[in-house]
């Protein structure tokens, strides 16, 4: 019998849009069976930029008590998922900023042979939600993880929008959180997530991708260059 996948749900969230699709793919891996950490990474922007914009304080006050990621809980997870709202088409800074922490994990191997698997919302339907996902991807793709996209394999990502890389939601001018179609792919990405994880764990137990790894001052000259 395959064991319980653990998977970590990694975000960040602005005003509250990418949280909620954080929750319901939470949901879905958990529907699974799987042992799941949900986490938002640390707020980075200044306390005068957030003043601006009442709804990102707003649900900063909303999950300040809810627990903020670590490195270790990507060490921790067979699959890991990752969502962040567009910014410019590109991963937000409070994403990418934890990411880069992730450093010695990445020379150390302890994050190859993982399941990675990604999610986004932006205000516009061509607000940058593809290219936000590839780009996040392209960090899985140093780490040696095997990505994991929806493609089109369920009637629930044509109905959100029709996204094949992850779960997409277009917010528009509100906050006032996904739409109904959206928490659906986001609950099956997180079924989806769980399902892999856990084939790929018990892979991974069994020795199955063990591999004579580089030594890590080859890592070191290699961020050097």
Sequence with gaps: MTPAARVAVIYYSATGNVH???????????????????????????EQLISHNQYWGTHRAEVEDEPVAALEDLEWADGVA????????NVAAQLKQFMDQA???????KLA???????????????????TILALNNTLY??????????????????????PYGTSFTSGKTV?????????VARYQGQRLARYAAVIA????????????????????????
């Design 113 to 131: 042979d993982r399941v990675g698997t990604a999610f986004t919302a932006s205000m516009t339907t061509h607000g940058g939600q593809e290219s």
């Design 202 to 225: 018990e892979a991974r137990a069994a020795d199955a991708f063990k591999v004579h790894r580089p030594r890590p001052e080859r890592f070191h000259a290699a961020a050097l260059g």
């Design 20 to 46: 909620g699709l954080a929750h319901a793919l939470a949901e879905g891996a958990e529907a699974e069976g799987a042992q799941v950490r949900l986490r938002h990474v640390e707020e980075i922007a200044s």
């Design 82 to 89: 990752l969502g962040t709202p567009t910014r410019f088409g």
């Design 103 to 109: 450093g010695h994990l990445w020379q150390e191997g």
């Design 176 to 184: 006032a959180g996904p739409d109904d179609a959206a928490l659906a």
């Design 142 to 163: 140093h780490w040696g993880m095997v990505i994991l996209p929806l493609g089109y394999t369920v009637s629930e990502v044509f109905n959100a929008g029709g996204n």
